[in-house]
């Protein structure tokens, strides 16, 4: 029996897997590193440094710079990541998630998020949902970022569920290798040919429902 949803940020709840995505193009481009729609969906829910390596081997770089560079490389992405976010506001949701959301809460199911970003909770506010969430894993005290279940399991724990009683939500396809590591129901919203190891697809969040999902799981 479900009790618990656990979210992922960029990309499910908010528009923002776009400024994310941006913010690295930028980078990449000034690296040196051809930016490819590939490459764009592996980052997709992966961490700050295991970005910025994914896009230096992908460049056939990954030995060019020191750990002090590419702390610095980081740093310049994020603070161009944070430019793109000013004026986020609630508009921002992305279609039907507020709804869903509410609906979630009056139904008494608990609530985690599960972001890898370290801007969570400044976007969570800017779009006024903090109210809604019981919990927060806080991505800075884990071993290991997605596709590692770590973060889905904790998601789980911190609701005090069993991961069984669980579904995620995620864009990415390292977090659905992520759910579906921790043993929880995973639904993939986005290309569902690219989720393809997604327990249950939609391919955009206004059709993520308590209905739609209730029904695919029959
Ligand atoms: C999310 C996004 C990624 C981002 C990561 C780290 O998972 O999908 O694009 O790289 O968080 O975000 P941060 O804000 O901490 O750099
Ligand atoms: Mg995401």
């Not at 995505?21 to 592996?42: F, M």
């Not at 986020?88 to 890898?116: C, Q, V």
């Not at 969570?124 to 991505?139: G, S």
Request: contains cysteine; charged residues 25%.
């Amino acid at each position: 029996q479900i009790k618990g949803f656990i979210f992922d940020l960029d990309g499910v709840i908010a528009n923002t897997s776009v400024y994310h995505a941006k913010a690295w193009h930028q980078l990449a481009d000034k690296l040196g590193v051809t930016w490819t729609e590939d490459l764009a969906n592996q980052l997709k829910g992966v961490g700050r440094m295991d970005s910025l390596n994914l896009i230096l081997k992908s460049g056939g770089k990954e030995n060019d710079y020191t750990e002090d560079e590419k702390v610095k490389y980081a740093t310049e992405k994020n603070d161009n990541y944070l430019n793109l976010l000013k004026g986020l506001t609630d508009k921002d949701i992305l279609p039907g998630m507020k709804e869903f959301i509410e609906d979630l809460s009056a139904n008494n199911y608990l609530i985690s998020l599960a972001s890898s970003s370290k801007n969570s909770p400044k976007v969570l506010q800017a779009l006024d949902l903090e109210k809604y969430f019981d919990a927060r894993v806080d991505p800075s005290t884990l071993k290991n970022g997605k596709p590692d279940p770590e973060i889905y399991v904790r998601g789980a724990e911190v609701l005090n569920l069993k991961p069984e009683e669980c579904i995620g939500l995620e864009d990415a396809v390292s977090g659905i290798k992520s759910v579906n590591g921790a043993h929880e129901t995973s639904v993939g919203i986005g290309d569902p040919g690219i989720l393809n190891e997604a327990d249950i697809n939609f391919t955009d969040t206004s059709q993520v429902t308590l209905a739609n999902i209730k029904k695919a799981m029959n």
